[in-house]
C-alpha cells in the first residue's frame, strides 16, 4: 500500500468517526479543503496532522505521528537515522508496555466489576482541538 493509500485508509476512519470530511475538518481545526487535498495527493498532511486523525480514529496516534514522520524522511539520511533511533526505542518501550500490561491486568482481575451502562467514552466523540 502507498503512502496516499494509507492515508485515504486514515482520513476514511476518522471521518466515519467525526460523521464527514468537513466534520473532520472541523475538529482539527483545519479548512476542509486541506482534507480534500490530503485525499487527493494535492498536499500532504503534515505527521501532526495525521496523529489527530488517528486520534479521532481511535488509532495510537504516537505510532501515527512516529512512522509519519519518518515517512517525511524516507530515503534520506535522517530517515535512516530515525529508522535505527525508533527500532531501539521501540523495543525498550515495547518491553515496558508488555510488563505494565501484564501488571494492569493482574491487579485488573483483583477489582470488582460494574455492571451498569457505562458512559460514551470512545475516542474522537465529541473531541474538538481548536477552540
Do not use: C
Not at 5 to 27: F, M, P, Q, W
Not at 40 to 62: R, W
Amino acid at each position: 500500500m502507498n503512502h496516499l493509500e494509507e492515508l485515504n485508509v486514515l482520513i476514511d476512519r476518522a471521518s466515519a468517526i467525526a460523521g464527514s470530511d468537513a466534520k473532520l475538518a472541523r475538529t482539527m481545526g483545519v479548512p476542509p479543503q486541506h482534507v480534500s487535498n490530503w485525499r487527493h495527493g494535492h498536499k500532504t498532511a503534515t505527521p501532526a496532522d495525521q496523529a489527530l486523525m488517528a486520534h479521532v480514529a481511535g488509532l495510537d496516534p504516537v505510532v501515527t505521528l512516529a512512522r509519519a514522520t519518518v515517512q517525511q524522511y524516507e530515503g534520506k539520511p535522517k530517515g535512516d537515522a530515525l529508522m535505527k533511533a525508533l527500532g531501539k526505542a521501540s523495543r525498550l518501550t515495547g518491553a515496558v508496555a508488555g510488563f505494565v500490561g501484564a501488571v494492569a491486568l493482574a491487579i485488573s482481575s483483583l477489582v470488582p466489576t460494574r455492571t451498569e451502562a457505562a458512559p460514551d467514552l470512545r475516542l474522537g466523540s465529541n473531541v474538538s482541538y481548536v477552540k
